[in-house]
């Protein structure tokens, strides 16, 4: 299968949802319960799909879990989070765009994000470098267990989750000029959801590797491998301050 | 090995499509002018009407289109307006001459024209796409108005698809 036949699938799917929801906004005013239910699960299922796309902190979960090998209770905790700081800072956006700034909330993301995404883009090099150095602290005792600090969880989930989604952002900004601002915002959370199990499958295929008994019983590819994810860490950030976002139109 | 393989994979995968505004295309041509009109989807289309349509009426003044030209529209050069012109197999910069925004029930509309009297009996190919793959476009063969024998395609680029019309 061609990369771009899977992109068309992701794309017709996330066009489906997006077609769908807007069409159940529309229902609500009909003042049935049905349609303000459709929207949830939808938004549950858009939330899945959308994190599939690039973006959304997989990449650096997965780095950070390689590097940092974590409990599998702990990878839901840094997804699940992750998803939910990705909507909260799409909600302030499109709140602040709607009811401060009186302009739509694309507009005013348009404005935020290419910084934010460098400012984030460089915190994710400074806790790349703090991972290196600890991977490479730690090379003599490989094979004992290591647990991640809660301290540094917490900076991946805000490093991660810190850029607005632009998804949840054009989904709230939609429900409030439709007049159906509460059933925009339970949307939103739904939506985390769905994100917040896509990320944090990704960080379980990461963890897996890590625990895999391939590596797990090689010392050597043990501390590879962390290394390996530590240093991705860092490039993932050296990429996000190097490739700004451009000024985009919709 | 089975699960790096599939971890690989799958974070190979998340650098695809991830589409946030999907846009209808039609067109209308002849040898000598392409008409490129995009539609919306429902929930982009609020954002924009909200934006440019000050006035609430369902019509945009010249007003109302120059802010949006300037605001929006001349952004889009760095994308060359998702419209890849090749004449003779070279790329030819888009330079859109006229521009018209409209509201079609909740969708918002954008037509605009390129000038093609400088490439008239030349072989030309128009390829409908977005690299950065944040719109995803759609052009279905009803949608294209034109009296010049052509053939659609569906491309596979290294990511995103897109739609490639070459005329005969």
């Not at chain 1, 959304?56 to 702990?74: E, I």
């Not at chain 2, 609430?56 to 419209?83: C, Y």
């Not at chain 2, 009297?117 to 759609?138: N, T």
């Amino acid at each position: 299968m061609m990369p771009s036949t899977l992109a068309n699938t992701f794309a017709q799917a996330n066009h489906y949802f997006n077609t769908a929801i807007a069409e159940h906004f529309h229902a609500i005013d009909s003042g049935r319960v049905q349609p303000a239910l459709f929207i949830i699960a939808l938004a549950f299922g858009y939330g899945v799909v959308h994190a599939l796309g690039p973006g959304h902190g997989k990449a650096l979960v997965a780095g950070y879990l390689l590097a940092n090998p974590s409990k599998r209770s702990h990878v839901f905790q840094i997804g699940f989070l992750i998803a939910l700081v990705h909507t909260l800072s799409a909600l302030v956006v499109t709140l602040c765009a709607a009811y401060l700034m009186n302009i739509s909330a694309n507009r005013l993301f348009r404005d935020v994000n290419p910084p934010l995404f460098q400012i984030s883009g460089g915190l994710i090099v400074l806790l790349g470098c703090w991972l290196v150095y600890n991977v490479f602290k730690e090379r003599r005792i490989v094979n004992e267990p290591v647990v991640g600090t809660q301290t540094s969880r917490f900076g991946v989930v805000m490093l991660a989750g810190v850029v607005p989604c632009p998804g949840v952002i054009t989904l709230s900004f939609f429900a409030i000029t439709l007049g159906h601002m509460g059933i925009g915002m339970i949307a939103a959370l739904f939506m985390s959801l769905g994100m917040g199990l896509t990320i944090s499958l990704a960080g379980l295929l990461a963890q897996s590797v890590q625990a895999s008994k391939a590596i797990a019983t090689q010392p050597k590819w043990f501390w590879a491998i962390r290394f390996f994810g530590a240093v991705c860490v860092v490039l993932l950030g050296l990429w996000f301050l190097t490739h700004p976002i451009p000024q985009r139109a919709f | 090995m089975l699960k790096i393989c599939a971890c690989l994979l799958f974070y190979a995968c998340s650098a695809l499509a991830h589409p946030h505004t999907f846009i209808t295309v039609s067109l209308e041509l002849n040898e000598t002018e392409l008409k490129v009109r995009w539609l919306f989807d429902e929930m982009t289309s609020q954002s924009l009407l909200e934006d440019f349509d000050t006035d609430r009426n369902g019509i945009f003044s010249p007003k109302e289109t120059e802010a949006f030209k300037k605001e929006v529209f001349n952004d889009l050069k760095q994308f060359s307006f998702f419209t890849h012109l090749q004449v003779a197999n070279k790329s030819v910069p888009l330079k859109p001459t006229q521009l018209f925004l409209w509201r079609e029930n909740n969708a918002f509309g954008v037509e605009f024209h390129v000038d093609l009297k400088p490439y008239v009996h030349q072989k030309k190919s128009i390829g409908f796409w977005d690299e950065s793959f944040l719109c995803a476009l759609s052009l279905e063969k009803e949608q294209i108005r034109t009296s010049l024998p052509y053939t659609l395609k569906e491309v596979d680029n290294a990511y995103y698809y897109g739609y490639l019309l070459e005329f005969l």
